[in-house]
C-alpha cells in the first residue's frame, strides 16, 4: 500500500496552511513533491512581508527551484489548499510543474475564472482533494476576522 497519496501531501499543504492562519495570514499553505520527496514549502506571507506577491505556491517555487537548482519542475507536483490564482498559475505554467492538485475552489479569484488553460499544456490539474477541510479552514479564518473587526 502506498501512504504517498494525493492526501497524505494535501495534509502536509493544510499544516502550512495553519502556519499561516497562526500569523493572520489568509490560510493557504503549498508543497512541491518530488519522487515523494517535498523539496518546496509555503504559506501565505503576504502581510507578514508587505508583498502582494508572497503567495504560498511563488513561496513554495522558490524553494523548490532552490534545492534542485533550476527552473524547471517538470516531475514535481505542487499541493496547494485553494485553488491557484492567476499569477500563481502564470507561475506554474513557467515553472512548468508536472502537476498541480489543489484543495478548495475559489470561485472569486481563481484561475478557472479566467481562462482553464493558464498552465503549460503538460501540466494535469485535478482540483477537490480533501476540499472541505481546505474550505473549512478559510471559513473559519474570515469568520474570526470579521468577528475580531466587526
Known amino acids: 500500500m502506498d501512504i504517498y497519496t494525493d492526501e ?3 495534509k502536509k499543504a493544510i499544516a502550512e496552511a495553519m ?13 512541491i513533491v518530488w519522487n515523494n520527496r517535498i523539496i518546496g514549502r509555503g504559506h501565505n506571507l503576504t502581510e507578514t512581508l508587505n508583498d ?3 503567495h504560498a505556491e511563488i513561496q513554495a517555487i522558490t524553494a523548490a527551484t532552490s534545492t534542485v537548482g533550476g527552473k524547471y519542475l517538470n516531475d514535481c507536483t505542487l499541493y496547494v489548499t485553494l485553488e491557484p490564482c492567476v499569477m500563481c498559475a502564470g507561475a506554474c505554467f513557467w515553472a512548468q510543474l508536472g502537476a498541480v492538485i489543489f484543495g478548495a475552489s475559489d470561485e472569486k479569484r481563481g484561475f478557472s475564472t479566467v481562462n482553464a488553460s493558464l498552465f503549460h499544456q503538460k501540466t494535469r490539474v485535478t482540483g477537490g482533494v480533501l476540499k472541505d477541510e481546505c474550505s473549512d479552514m478559510l471559513k473559519s479564518f474570515f469568520a474570526k476576522i470579521r468577528r475580531e473587526n466587526p
Open 8 to 10: 497524505y501531501f494535501m
Open 52 to 54: 502582494p506577491t508572497a
Open 19 to 31: 502556519m499561516a492562519y497562526e500569523k493572520r495570514e489568509i490560510p493557504v499553505g503549498a508543497i
